[in-house]
């Protein structure tokens, strides 16, 4: 099987290192730029439960997908941590040799469940928070989450002992602006590291526009209106953030630049939704389904064939042609595709 790894690389001679597994399509949160109220109201029809591919089959997919040449999963969603015994996924996942684990949630459930993921075998975790004070937190999260749950949830990560916490915050112009110097201030030299994320055009109901963007380098900007920073060599080939580090020893912070540079050419993600489609961008529009074959009682090589004639075939560097793609009414939502 490490031929098939070696050799599986995308028309673009991108390999396969990364997958997303989107555990649910719901959410405690309607964020503004992700699943607004108006779009994902009382009436809005989210997947049924038969649908969701049980977790004894997500992992099945994941042990294939090592095969294939991922080294790396993320749970996300929607808000993975909503999902019924999530733990029981991580602790399956984590048995998996040569895969490293990490999950991505808006940390509102955290506080109670930091130590259970930590005892499943999760080892690394990113929390997502826009602002530090409440009135903006609250506008962008839409559903009356505070700052402190979502703090609390990082302290009791912190306790239970991650090897690696990351904080996202999605900055938008006009909105959290003030939100940048906040959250550097309060995570400098806590040890968490905390990447700031472009807005992106996700979806299709979020309202992107440019001008709604503030640019990585405009955040960087005034984060050294304040402190020193110095950039720092990337962990690994493809990795989504520029890092950095203040100058004075407080530790590093990213920036994710999605949108002004974009890092397609080093893109080796591919996202597997709640309903078991595999998606080869983000921006996507159609995906292949894997759950048909699957609960049809195909055999892994049949599984294994599909994914890489998917991978090898794929030309997707939608960030780098943004401007001639046009806006697709069609792109598939973040948070049934898994942010
Ligand atoms: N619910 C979890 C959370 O919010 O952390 C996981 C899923 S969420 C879709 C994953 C990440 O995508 C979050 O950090 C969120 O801020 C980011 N995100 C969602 N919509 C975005 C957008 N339009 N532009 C940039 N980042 C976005
Ligand atoms: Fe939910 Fe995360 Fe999307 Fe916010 S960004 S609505 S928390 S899935
Ligand atoms: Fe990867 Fe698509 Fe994002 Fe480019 S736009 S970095 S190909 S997910």
């Not at 399956?92 to 499943?120: C, F, H, M, V, Y």
């Not at 975790?125 to 409440?134: E, G, K, N, Y």
Request: aromatic share 6%; glycine share 8%; charged share 25%.
């Amino acid at each position: 099987m490490k031929m098939t790894s070696l050799l599986l690389k995308d028309a673009l001679g991108r390999p396969l290192r990364d997958l997303r597994i989107s555990v649910t399509d719901r959410c405690n949160f309607r964020c503004t730029y992700c699943m607004p109220r108006e779009i994902f109201g009382p009436d809005h029809a989210f997947l049924p439960r038969p649908e969701l591919l049980s977790f004894e089959e997500v992992a099945r997919l994941a042990r294939l997908f090592r095969d294939l040449g991922v080294s790396k999963i993320r749970l996300t969603g929607g808000e993975p941590l909503l999902r019924k015994q999530i733990e029981s996924l991580v602790a399956q996942l984590a048995g998996i040799p040569g895969l490293e684990l990490t999950l991505t949630t808006n940390g509102a459930l955290l506080a109670r469940k930091a130590q259970s993921l930590r005892d499943a075998g999760l080892q690394r975790l990113t929390v997502s928070l826009d602002a530090l004070d409440d009135p903006t937190f609250m506008r962008m999260n839409d559903a009356d989450f505070t700052v402190a749950q979502v703090l609390e949830g990082i302290e009791a990560a912190r306790r239970a002992g991650f090897d690696s916490i990351k904080v996202n915050a999605v900055i938008q112009r006009g909105v959290n602006e003030h939100a940048v110097l906040a959250l550097a201030e309060h995570f400098r030299g806590s040890g968490v590291i905390l990447r700031f994320i472009e807005f992106m055009d996700v979806g299709a109901t979020n309202g992107w526009r440019m001008d709604d963007v503030v640019s990585a380098s405009e955040i960087l900007a005034r984060l050294r209106q304040r402190w020193a920073v110095e950039p720092v060599e990337p962990n690994y080939p493809g990795e989504v953030a520029n890092r950095y580090r203040y100058c004075d020893g407080a530790g590093e912070i990213g920036l994710i630049t999605s949108v002004t540079q974009p890092f397609c050419r080093g893109c080796t993600r591919l996202r597997l939704s709640t309903d078991g489609r595999l998606y080869t961008c983000l921006f996507a529009t159609d995906g292949l389904d894997l759950k048909t074959p699957l609960r049809a009682g195909a055999e892994d090589g049949e599984l294994l064939r599909r994914v890489s004639e998917l991978w090898r075939h794929r030309t997707d560097r939608y960030s780098e042609i943004r401007s001639e793609a046009g806006r697709s009414a069609r792109k598939i939502e973040m948070s049934y595709i898994g942010g």
